[in-house]
């Protein structure tokens, strides 16, 4: 499975959070569009 995060908030990251123990053979790609990356990004 082929996954595209978008934002590296508190959203984005739960997501690729379950995702990964859901789907741990998953391809994720995670972006963010901001300068200011979060303390979880």
Do not use: C, N, R
């Not at 739960?14 to 963010?32: F, G, K, M, S």
């Amino acid at each position: 499975m082929k996954v595209i995060v978008l934002g590296s908030s508190h959203g984005g990251y739960e997501a690729v959070e379950e995702l990964l123990l859901t789907h741990p053979d998953a391809t994720i790609q995670w972006y963010e569009k901001g300068d200011f990356i979060s303390f979880m990004g």
